[in-house]
């Protein structure tokens, strides 16, 4: 009988070992869980003051994670200011118009520092002016303010497969610009209006910002043009040549921001990334790492300023 007990109590030793254990590593993922909840928005847990630093890179899309990002930097009592460094041709118009609203909503609660770095044109521009105080270097690239819409007229070459698209619309301004039909000139008349319009909104962010008349917004960089950095200077379109290091002393005189606080990078949660590296190597493969690559994720009416596009511009 005494046997018996002795196994039947090793049995629920066993048992409530492996409930323990159980319990144990249920513990332990809630507790992952709650530092991923915390950390979902932005890919960072910083409890110490600091100053923040995001990258602004590569073609500007509507990019929600990294608007999360900085609404989290926004209600984040512990960053005290924000450096933004910047290094882009532009992208879409409503991508830069939204990282511009966001820079300008975290502006309200506390300095924002734009860093250019080799390119800062047209879209990256348009965010940069939602800045405090921007910094550029000698050979910066900056300026393009201006809007461009593109499309391609393949009719002669369908004329030449003996291919015939047959369009059927509700209106003569509908689905315009469309490869598949030539431009009329009611519909390049419409689509310029728009361009001019989103064209005459951009300036005046523009003037608004950097205390210009839209008259010397339009002569300095409205026509689409690029400058250096101290030709932007010059043109009152940046407040000075400098680096992260010039942004950290104007953050210290001006807004009692410690240069000593340290510099924490700041990051997007991106739970696609795995996917989208393995589609942009892809990508890369087949089409060669060139802008080509990056106009494919383009929508609506760009903001942007490349060599390759700049012709006509």
Do not use: C
Not at 139 to 162: C, E, F, H, N, Y
Not at 212 to 229: N, P, Y
Not at 283 to 290: D, L, M, Q, R, W
């Amino acid at each position: 009988m005494g046997s018996a007990l002795d196994s039947d109590s090793l049995i629920a030793l066993r048992r409530l070992r492996r409930h323990l254990t159980i319990w144990r590593l249920l513990a332990v993922v809630g507790f992952a869980l709650a530092i991923l909840v915390s950390v979902k928005d932005t890919g960072v847990l910083v409890q110490e003051d600091h100053v923040a630093r995001v990258s602004l890179d590569g073609v500007i899309v509507e990019d929600h994670d990294f608007l999360d990002m900085l609404d989290a930097i926004n209600d984040d009592a512990s960053a005290k200011a924000l450096i933004v460094e910047i290094s882009s041709p532009g992208g879409t118009f409503t991508g830069g118009e939204a990282v511009y609203n966001a820079l300008r909503r975290i502006s309200t609660n506390k300095p924002v520092v734009g860093v250019m770095g080799g390119l800062a044109t047209s879209g990256a521009y348009m965010a940069a002016i939602a800045t405090d105080r921007i910094y550029a270097g000698h050979g910066t690239i900056t300026g393009s303010i201006g809007v461009i819409m593109q499309s391609a007229d393949v009719t002669g070459l369908m004329d030449k497969i003996g291919v015939k698209p047959e369009i059927l619309k509700s209106g003569a301004l509908k689905a315009t610009p469309n490869p598949m039909e030539p431009l009329s000139a009611p519909a390049r008349g419409q689509l310029q209006t728009v361009i001019d319009a989103l064209h005459m909104r951009f300036m005046e962010m523009v003037a608004e910002r950097r205390d210009l008349s839209i008259a010397q917004v339009r002569e300095r960089s409205g026509d689409g043009r690029i400058m250096i950095g101290g030709a932007a200077l010059e043109a009152g379109l940046i407040d000075e040549i400098g680096d992260v290091n010039s942004a950290r002393a104007w953050l210290q005189v001006t807004h009692d921001v410690s240069v000593d606080l340290p510099l924490i990078d700041w990051e997007p949660e991106d739970s696609l990334a795995w996917w989208r590296e393995g589609a942009s190597s892809l990508a890369a493969s087949v089409f060669g790492k060139s802008l080509w690559t990056e106009r494919l994720r383009l929508d609506g009416i760009q903001a942007l300023w490349h060599p390759s596009m700049s012709e006509g511009q």
